[in-house]
């Protein structure tokens, strides 16, 4: 199979902010992330953006593969947090592969269940947290997936990625300065404290 993913795969680059996937695309090859972060999301009308889950070394998306297995247009945004380096395989080799590697079958099993897991504290995230635990929580889930303890990005940004406005984000993160949870400059957060 090793040789089929080298054979048979397009190593490709994308740098920080850059469209891997874009909702109403299909899909005709997937990424499986050789190193680097990705963020999965979705828009809404209003052109917020929810934060579905990050991808990392060794990781597909599952929501890709759903799509490539039912012919559809892509319900998910996927963009590059940081330079990374993927692998882009194509399509028709995932039924193929699903037959013919056991071991390929197992991680895309695996790929799903973990998804589905991320998927469910997403839900609890947004049902059961206040926004400043929301908050926190985007930073403690970031350094879990990618081990920053920084952050470089905009109020705006953290609160599209929130659903909520940059003026409540701005109060909420001054708060969090104010109790010696963080470390506010221009575009940079240190949130090593929150850890």
Request: charged share 25%; proline share 1%; net charge negative.
């Amino acid at each position: 199979m090793l040789d089929e993913i080298r054979e048979k795969g397009v190593i490709k680059t994308f740098h920080a902010g850059e469209s891997l996937l874009r909702e109403g695309q299909f899909i005709s090859s997937f990424p499986l992330i050789l190193k680097g972060l990705i963020r999965i999301s979705r828009t809404s009308e209003q052109g917020n953006e929810l934060l579905l889950y990050y991808l990392r070394e060794n990781e597909v998306c599952a929501m890709s593969l759903t799509c490539c297995m039912a012919s559809m247009k892509s319900s998910i945004m996927a963009y590059a947090e940081e330079e990374t380096e993927v692998i882009m395989l194509p399509v028709a080799l995932l039924d193929e592969w699903m037959c013919k590697y056991q071991t390929w079958k197992q991680f895309v099993m695996q790929s799903y269940q973990l998804r589905f897991r991320e998927l469910i504290e997403t839900v609890d995230t947004l049902a059961f947290m206040k926004l400043d635990e929301r908050l926190v929580n985007f930073f403690k889930t970031r350094h879990s997936k990618s081990g920053e303890t920084t952050f470089y990005g905009t109020h705006q940004y953290l609160a599209l990625q929130l659903n909520s406005s940059r003026e409540v984000i701005s109060r909420l993160l001054k708060k969090l300065e104010n109790e010696g949870k963080i470390e506010l400059s221009r575009n940079f957060i240190d949130f090593h404290m929150l850890l």
